[in-house]
DNA sequence: ATGCATTTGTTCGTATGTATC
DNA sequence: AGATACATACGAACAAATGCA
């Protein structure tokens, strides 16, 4: 019994043992952010391969976000920094393709806001205290000039309270959500009946978690988050699926 | 004042209109998964490009999880179901290239964990109790054969908790961050000294875990979980994140 | 400011291995 | 087994764009 297990042999492509290379040699930092990749021609005698390959593995590597290549650029494709751009597109599409429903999403963004939330009640700095402060009080003055900067100032606020929480996966999963979230219902915020009415109470609730996140308060300023978030969004979620949400608000 | 405001044109490439209309037709529904693309010959045709932007074309909407082709194929490119996987590959790269912590995988572990079993509490059905308490039984089968498949018992019962929570997304995501703090630790874990021991204590946590969901009381699931979590990886962290994770543990 | 050389974007033709009928 | 259609891969060519002398 057992033998060899052998694995099986699945055909690699040419132009994927070209990505695993690059792809390896960023991720091991040999290749860094800014650095250029050789040229076209120079990868491809390189790697041994025709340049078509060699362009197929550019277009995966651009499709993951790790290169960027620029038409007549005699430095070759840029390495790039990361970015949530990804995430952000992976997770919209999964928005759409898995059927993600509003509701999912709102509670998604309930649960991870409010563990922001809390940990910025007991993580923060003075200086990150006033930045929420201060995107509060942008809030307040978008809604005398007309509520155009109101969601502005409102995601600096969320960014600002994530930053304070010291994990950089929570900050970025908040903002990819948030702003999915906001796409799939900014129309209906738009033309929402009683919009300044809205943005008064919003601001009421964000002064409320303020006030539990400056007393260092961390499970009295998650709940609030949770409520206001709660308020904010149920009218848009489907009726059935509120209890879902309400669920998280003990 | 105001003027037009133009749109700065960005040089759209011949290949990206390609992969923008086949994706457009997938997330609209026109192109259901187990559905076949034309063939490559055929697709040059319609889009009146070249088989090489063609390819590219397809190599993207590969790498983005959509389609996938294989050579020989009289039918041409397979329109695949939603899968996690893209998800996952940019949360690996992520964890690598923007230096994220152990600390703060963990930590987000804990947070989407404690949320899942929350609501599991609440929303879970007699059925899916009954697969949390199989998998904790397997585990305990696990420990006396020799611990191998522990693991795979302790992912049956974390997964039974997210689909009980009901929420897609938290499903999804706590399953791809689980798969890459494991595979940050794996050997750690394997050659820690007293294995048996640290399997013994996490099946006791699981067992207070599980009667907080059978007796529908969240919040103290969501609490046990946290500390569930903390006292199996806290050892990994470095000392200086644990504060950190300490704060969630109130 | 103007060419010039180089690079990318794109096209076309061809050869090869493979899956289906 | 053979024919057909397919994906994979190579190579040469031209246009557009870029950077540099």
Redesign the pocket.
């Known amino acids: 019994m057992g033998g060899p297990r052998f694995e099986p042999v699945r055909a690699i ?3 994927e043992r070209v990505v695993e290379q690059v792809e390896g040699a960023i991720e091991s930092g040999a290749l860094c952010p800014g650095q250029r990749l050789p ?4 990868l491809m005698t390189q790697f041994s ?5 060699v ?1 197929e593995a ?1 277009r995966v590597l651009q499709a993951r976000g790790l290169v960027q ?6 430095n ?2 840029e390495v790039l920094p990361f970015s949530p751009a990804v995430l952000h597109k992976s997770m919209s599409t999964l928005a759409r393709v898995a059927e993600l429903s509003l509701g999912e999403l709102v509670q998604f963004r309930m649960v991870l806001d409010a563990a922001a939330i809390l940990l910025a009640a007991r993580l923060r700095t003075d200086e990150q205290l006033a930045e929420m402060a201060a995107a509060v009080d942008r809030m307040k003055g978008a809604v005398e000039a007309g509520g155009d900067a109101f969601g502005a100032a409102d995601v600096a606020f969320h960014d600002a309270v994530a930053r304070a929480s010291g994990n950089k996966l929570i900050q970025i999963c908040t903002d990819v959500v948030r702003s999915i979230v906001v796409d799939l219902i900014a129309d209906k915020i738009a033309s929402a009946p009683d919009r300044e009415g809205l943005m008064r109470r919003s601001i009421g609730h964000h002064e409320e978690v303020l006030a539990a996140v400056r007393a260092g308060d961390g499970p009295l300023a998650a709940r609030r988050s949770r409520e206001s978030m709660y308020d904010y969004y149920a009218d848009y979620v489907k009726a059935e699926e509120r209890a879902a949400l309400k669920a998280l608000l003990e």
Do not use: W
């Not at 040229?39 to 120079?42: F, H, I, K, Q, V």
């Not at 391969?49 to 390959?53: A, I």
């Not at 290549?69 to 005699?74: K, L």
């Open positions: 492509r040419a132009y040229s076209e021609r120079e391969v025709s340049r078509s390959t362009r550019l290549s620029r038409p007549g650029d005699p070759g494709a």
